[in-house]
């Protein structure tokens, strides 16, 4: 049995179908962005996968660079979509999505 | 055998200590005073000061080391020290290119830098009692400490990048030490057009970095030493090299056309005024000059402007100093004309001579500075008309202020006597007609317009004026007497030269390929004569206040103002760029910030609530967004599969 | 553990392949929990776990710099910002309940079919080895090297996103009657 790049593939392509449920099935800002996080990292997983065993290992580096990157700009926008929720709980009183609506 | 391994073996501390070292300390200790200032103490305006002095005093003592070891080693060059690489070379298309910053320590370097070390922490010093009751006192010691920082960093440079960037750093200083007393209108636009200047030679600088990267793909002084006369780059570019790198040593050094802004930089505060004509932004550019000798050297053209602009920027600045009203811009004036004499030098090859110039002007220069800063405050006055007679009341001050003019002058046995007469003999040995005849008339009229001033403050009788009393002026005492009185020793002693082995301090930086030139008794007899003759002159013109013929007068008001080359430039500033900056102020608020007004409008737009978008719902949007995801992929991944089914 | 310089073999050494496979079988575990949990806090909690996964899992195929960094900057701001936002805006009291509904169904189908899309297409190709050129092995200086441009790019995002979200939360804006705690900036400027 090995570990290789289809497990980790599948894997990648299993957190991103999460992060679609998150994003799609909650109605809590916080929560779909936390689904967004997980498509980030699954995009970054992937790279990470390719860079260690589909290209050659010398490339290691250029795929965690690129996760690296990915993660940052991730982080960079839970920050301000963190932000949004809070005005919209600030309005409603509520985090839903279509809080004011009732 | 024995007597070689003898020889060869470490003899103590000077042989084994590395300057490069020392020299990273010395650049870093003004910086680490300035941030523990700015971060714990910049409330306590004791104890701000008391930081700084102690930290330049360290500092300095790492530079002096640092020329002891070079003394010690006059052949050892270093691998610079880096701290900080870019760019090693090692993958992309910058493949054989290293950047590095780190400090360098050659014979140049430590000498330049012992000065700026020192003369700052004098300067100091003097602040300490002299800024005691003004304002802004802990922003002044902050402006002095970082312009140390930059000073040793421009001394310590290891490529032409550092160089620039420090000279970023000068320029910026310069700029708030001009501008310390900001409330005053003349400091601001003194400050103001330093600032620009420099900025203009900071332009030239990045330039001559892109250019000579771009042609000799090497930035770093030690490794571009040899390449310049390899034949590489013509003699065209060569040049335009030379011409590039002295536009930005002309803007620092106050070099004719861009010299206005030395005299405006009498409006800092005495110290500050001190520390930019001896060892601030003036000795950058002569520095920069003398570490990318190589260049010039390479290029007879080059070497040519540089006398030439040298030679006129010394006859200039010492006319106009003849003439000035005003006691700090008639001594600024005098150093305009010692920095045209020092690229002249470097001009006609006088490499050492001018380096030595350099070091030992620096003491006089600094003393003549802070002397009339006490001067100016006791009499409370700047106008050189309204002064005299502090011969009786200033003893102390006046007998420095004596020591501090002859050295300047270049009487001997005073400091720059000595480099004057090897930068006469060098023009001797070159026999140009020219370059003799203008050191020599610099010299006579340098001497006469330093006289000038001493004559003028104290002789004769101090001039009545409304709500002042004479009996008032006392001398100076204190730490800034002190401070003085070191200086007045540094301008006595800093020139003496041994004339053999390695303590001559022109032999100790030296240029491969230029000579030292003998030192001829003909060319020591012709500075001696010139500069006491030009003393006596002006002694005799001055302390009788002969008064100026009717005639002369406009000649008089025409030097006075610098030729109105002052004006010249505002004028064409007025004509010229006004126009040209209201086009494109036009441009600016029709074309550019009207595109940016039509992007946020248009999205303004855009986000406004619409009804048919307000009825839909958010989740089933965002369901058939992924589900239509799906789709497509599963569309394009059948295509393709049908594509490659069919070619493959 | 990491096989790095060496040509790229799957991980064939029994203990680093189950330990791989626990840990992706957790990651997945705790993400699912994190996005169905009812409790946000509860969620969060998952989410931080499945974060520290993810950098155990890096820890095995990936330089240990990037292991680092995600255990301690992402892990551990995003918890942080989440669980801030928690208590200043609700008091981290149990969160609102959303009810079941169609629209549930629906998601979970279409993020289902999404799945064995990709794990049809990524897992089934046969993806081509091409070992290329040698490039250095540190991170920070590929990331000097290679990518400053990156670099520069990606240090304007994180001083924009910083600078709307401080823009964002320092708006004026009621004080919420629920209670825990303002949002707008704490103490005074010193």
Request: net charge positive; hydrophobic share 60%; with cysteine.
């Amino acid at each position: 049995m090995s570990a290789g790049l289809s497990l980790l593939l599948v894997a990648s392509a299993a957190l991103f179908a999460v992060g679609v449920l998150g994003v799609v099935t909650r109605r809590s800002t916080v929560v779909m962005l936390l689904g967004t996080q997980f498509m980030f990292i699954a995009g970054a997983l992937l790279f990470v996968a390719f860079a260690r065993f589909g290209l050659g290992a010398e490339r290691a580096t250029a795929g965690a660079s690129m996760a690296l990157f990915a993660g940052t700009v991730a982080a960079a926008e839970l920050a301000v979509g963190l932000a949004m929720s809070a005005l919209i709980y600030r309005e409603h009183r509520s985090f839903a999505l279509d809080a004011d609506r009732g | 055998m024995t007597l070689a391994l003898l020889a060869a073996a470490p003899k103590g501390p000077l042989d084994t200590w590395s300057p490069t070292l020392l020299a990273l300390f010395a650049l870093l200790l003004p910086l680490i005073a300035l941030l523990i200032v700015l971060a714990f103490t910049i409330d306590s305006r004791r104890v701000s000061a008391w930081i700084a002095v102690i930290f330049t005093l360290a500092a300095a003592v790492c530079t002096f080391l640092v020329v002891a070891i070079e003394v010690a080693h006059p052949l050892h060059l270093e691998r610079p020290a880096t701290f900080l690489q870019f760019f090693t070379g090692q993958s992309g298309g910058a493949a054989e290119f290293t950047l590095q910053w780190g400090v360098l320590s050659d014979p140049l370097a430590a000498e330049v830098s012992f000065a700026v070390a020192l003369i700052s922490l004098l300067v100091q010093i003097y602040a300490l009692a002299f800024m005691r009751r003004e304002d802004g006192v802990v922003r002044f010691f902050g402006v002095l400490l970082f312009a140390t920082f930059a000073m040793l960093g421009v001394t310590f440079s290891t490529n032409y990048f550092e160089m620039l960037l420090f000279f970023g750093l000068v320029t910026l200083s310069t700029y708030l030490m001009i501008g310390h007393w900001w409330q005053r209108e003349e400091a601001v636009a003194a400050a103001s057009r330093a600032f620009i200047i420099s900025v203009l030679g900071d332009i030239a600088l990045l330039a001559a970095v892109a250019y000579i990267y771009f042609r000799f793909n090497e930035l770093n002084f030690q490794a571009l030493t040899g390449h310049y006369t390899g034949g590489r780059v013509s003699a065209n570019g060569l040049f335009i090299m030379a011409i590039l790198v002295f536009i930005a040593a002309a803007a620092k050094s106050a070099q004719f056309p861009l010299h206005l802004w030395l005299v405006g930089s009498a409006q800092a505060p005495a110290p500050a005024a001190a520390l930019i004509h001896s060892a601030g932004s003036a000795v950058c550019g002569v520095y920069l000059i003398a570490r990318a000798y190589g260049l010039f050297d390479a290029s007879p053209r080059g070497l040519a402007l540089l006398a030439i602009a040298g030679g006129l920027t010394a006859v200039l600045g010492v006319l106009w100093a003849l003439f000035q009203e005003n006691l700090k811009r008639a001594v600024a004036y005098t150093t305009m004309s010692e920095l045209g004499l020092m690229v002249l030098a470097l001009g006609i090859g006088a490499y050492g001579a001018s380096v030595f110039e350099l070091f030992t002007h620096a003491w006089p220069k600094a003393l003549l500075f802070l002397a009339a800063g006490v001067i100016i405050r006791e009499l409370r006055t700047e106008r050189l008309a309204e002064m005299g007679g502090l011969w009786q009341r200033m003893r102390f001050t006046g007998v420095l202020m004596m020591i501090a003019v002859a050295a300047g002058a270049g009487i001997p046995p005073f400091s720059t006597f000595w480099s004057k007469d090897t930068i006469l003999s060098k023009a001797l040995e070159l026999g140009s007609p020219l370059a003799i005849a203008v050191i020599t008339a610099v010299t006579f009229l340098g001497a006469m317009a330093l006289v000038r001033i001493f004559a003028l403050v104290f002789t004769g009788e101090t001039a009545r004026r409304r709500r002042f009393e004479p009996d008032r002026i006392r001398d100076a005492g204190g730490r800034i007497a002190f401070t003085m009185a070191v200086l007045a020793i540094a301008s006595l002693i800093s020139g003496i030269r041994g004339f053999r082995g390695r303590t001559d301090p022109i032999a100790f930086v030296t240029f491969p390929g230029v000579s030292l030139p003998n030192s001829h008794f003909v060319a020591a007899g012709v500075i001696a004569a010139s500069a006491v003759v030009g003393a006596m002159v002006a002694f005799v013109v001055y302390a009788r206040r002969v008064p100026v013929p009717a005639a002369l007068q406009p000649v008089r008001q025409a030097m006075g103002e610098g030729f109105f080359i002052d004006r010249a430039y505002r004028l064409a500033a007025v004509g010229i760029v006004l126009p040209v900056s209201r086009a494109a102020a036009w441009v600016e608020t029709r074309v550019v910030d009207g595109g940016l007004d039509l992007v946020g409008d248009s999205i303004e737009f855009a986000g406004q609530p619409r009804r048919w978008l307000g009825e839909f719902r958010i989740r089933p949007l965002l369901i058939g967004f992924f589900a239509g995801v799906v789709v497509l992929g599963t569309l394009a991944i059948v295509l393709a599969g049908g594509i490659i089914g069919k070619t493959g | 553990m990491p096989l790095i310089g060496a040509v790229p073999q799957p991980i064939t050494s029994a203990p680093l392949v189950f330990f791989v496979y626990l840990v992706l079988i957790l990651l997945i575990g705790s993400a699912l929990a994190s996005v169905l949990l009812r409790n946000t806090l509860y969620g969060i909690g998952a989410f931080a776990a499945s974060m520290v996964l993810v950098a155990l899992l890096y820890l095995a195929i990936a330089p240990f710099l990037l292991v680092a960094v995600q255990l301690l900057v992402f892990t551990t701001v995003s918890a942080a910002l989440l669980i801030g936002l928690l208590r200043a805006t609700t008091g981290l009291t149990a969160s609102n309940v959303g009810r079941l509904s169609p629209e549930w169904v629906i998601g979970a189908a279409v993020s289902a079919v999404m799945f064995a899309l990709l794990a049809v297409v990524l897992g089934a190709t046969a993806w081509p080895v091409r070992p290329c050129c040698a490039l250095p092995l540190s991170l920070g200086s590929t990331l000097i090297n290679d990518y400053p441009v990156a670099f520069a790019v990606l240090a304007l995002i994180l001083g924009s996103a910083a600078i709307g979200t401080g823009l964002l939360l320092a708006a004026p804006t009621l004080r919420s009657p629920r209670g825990g705690g303002s949002t707008t900036a704490r103490g005074a400027r010193r």
